[in-house]
């Protein structure tokens, strides 16, 4: 059999088109966009993922600050913070990096961030503009996702796309994207019975299971368009772990286009929250109300 190429739908050059759209929008703005970082704990991952989200948003022109508060701080003094970003007109976007600790719960804190100012828009109020098609500020790797298929020119339009993953942060507002780009959704996940006759239905196929190598080759359409979300740590000799999708590396051999991990959709997260932070301080400068100025 001769082996399949799938194309690589590759992240860096599809980052770096959005990441200079939000360097030339803040530049047209009086004052650089200011991203508000909060992580609480040492949790290597996260301090590595907020390093590099605060090294990103210097190179496109915006101010940031890491607000790294100790792993025992309570709800009341994470909450208190949170109220501080708020009311401080200086600050356009708020992100509170996941996950918290198991001492904190992530609902009350999500809700207390102010809609206009959630840069991750993972406040009910922009869920919920997300699945009514109305504006809002939208998550960031879902809306990653979308603007990698923009970049490459896969169309979404009366697709058949089966997102496998149903989380806040990926499988439910990537589907709520997809129904508004008029693709035809299908959201499977893990009480799904035979999930390969589901997935094999798709001409797009996007896998945020956090299961590593959950998707095989028997369970891809030849010639489908797969993203590839999984982050999965994989232990090595060497003790520093490598980093490996939820899609089998043999699945190149059957699609037509497939994302890489690393590589792909997390290049797009991190440029598609510097966009966000963009996004919400032109509109706060519409209307600085949002900010809580008082305004007559
Ligand atoms: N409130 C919140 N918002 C998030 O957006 C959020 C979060 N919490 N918690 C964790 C997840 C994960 N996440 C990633 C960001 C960048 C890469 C990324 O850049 N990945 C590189 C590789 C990075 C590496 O080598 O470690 C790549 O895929 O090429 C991955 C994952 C954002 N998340």
């Given at each position: 059999?001769t082996q399949?190429?799938?194309?690589?739908l590759a992240?860096?050059?599809?980052?770096?088109?959005?990441?200079?759209e939000?360097?030339?929008?803040?530049?047209?703005?009086?004052?650089?966009?200011?991203?508000a970082?909060v992580?609480?704990?040492?949790?290597?991952?996260s301090?590595?993922?907020?390093r590099?989200?605060?090294k990103?948003?210097?190179?496109?022109?915006?101010?940031?600050?890491v607000?790294?508060l100790?792993?025992?701080?309570?709800q009341?003094?994470l909450?208190?913070?949170i109220?501080?970003?708020n009311?401080?007109?200086?600050?356009?976007?708020i992100?509170v990096?996941?996950?918290l600790?198991?001492h904190?719960?992530p609902?009350?804190?999500?809700?207390?961030?102010?809609?206009?100012?959630?840069?991750?828009?993972?406040?009910?109020?922009?869920?919920?503009?997300?699945?009514?098609?109305?504006?809002?500020?939208?998550?960031?790797?879902?809306?990653?996702?979308?603007?990698l298929l923009?970049?490459?020119?896969?169309?979404?339009?009366?697709?058949?796309?089966?997102v496998?993953g149903r989380?806040?942060?990926v499988g439910?507002?990537v589907?709520g994207?997809l129904?508004?780009?008029?693709?035809?959704?299908t959201?499977?996940?893990?009480?799904t019975p035979?999930?390969?006759?589901?997935?094999r239905?798709?001409?797009?196929l996007?896998?945020?299971?956090g299961?590593?190598?959950?998707?095989t080759?028997?369970?891809?359409?030849?010639g489908?368009t797969?993203?590839?979300?999984?982050?999965?740590?994989?232990?090595?000799e060497?003790?520093?772990?490598?980093?490996t999708?939820?899609?089998?590396p043999d699945?190149a051999?059957?699609?037509?286009?497939?994302?890489?991990?690393?590589?792909?959709v997390g290049p797009?997260?991190?440029a598609q929250?510097?966009?966000?932070?963009?996004?919400?301080?032109?509109?706060?400068?519409?209307?600085?109300?949002?900010?809580?100025e008082?305004?007559?």
């Open positions: 059999m399949g190429t799938a194309q690589v992240g860096p050059p599809a980052a770096a088109a959005l990441l200079d939000a360097r030339r929008r803040a530049a047209r703005l009086p004052h650089p966009p200011h991203l970082l992580r609480v704990g040492e949790d290597p991952a301090v590595s993922y907020v590099g989200k605060a990103k948003a210097s190179e496109v022109g915006l101010s940031s600050h607000h790294a100790p792993g025992d701080t309570t009341a003094d909450l208190a913070l109220g501080t970003l009311a401080d007109p200086a600050v356009s976007g992100l990096q996941l996950p600790p198991a904190l719960d609902a009350p804190v999500l809700l207390a961030v102010n809609p206009a100012k959630d840069v991750d828009g993972l406040h009910p109020a922009n869920t919920g503009a997300l699945w009514n098609a109305h504006e809002g500020l939208r998550p960031c790797t879902p809306a990653g996702i979308m603007a923009a970049h490459h020119g896969v169309p979404v339009r009366g697709a058949r796309v089966v496998v989380s806040a942060l439910r507002p589907a994207l129904l508004n780009a008029d693709a035809t959704v959201v499977a996940h893990r009480a035979d999930l390969g006759a589901v997935t239905g798709a001409d797009i996007i896998v945020a299971a299961q590593a190598h959950l998707i080759p028997d369970m891809v359409r030849p489908a797969v993203v590839d979300v999984g982050i999965n740590r994989v232990p090595t060497d003790g520093r772990g490598r980093l999708g939820d899609v089998h699945v051999q059957v699609a037509g286009a497939l994302t890489p991990v690393p590589g792909g797009m997260t991190v929250l510097l966009m966000n932070t963009v996004i919400a301080a032109e509109r706060q400068h519409a209307q600085p109300e949002v900010t809580g008082l305004v007559r």
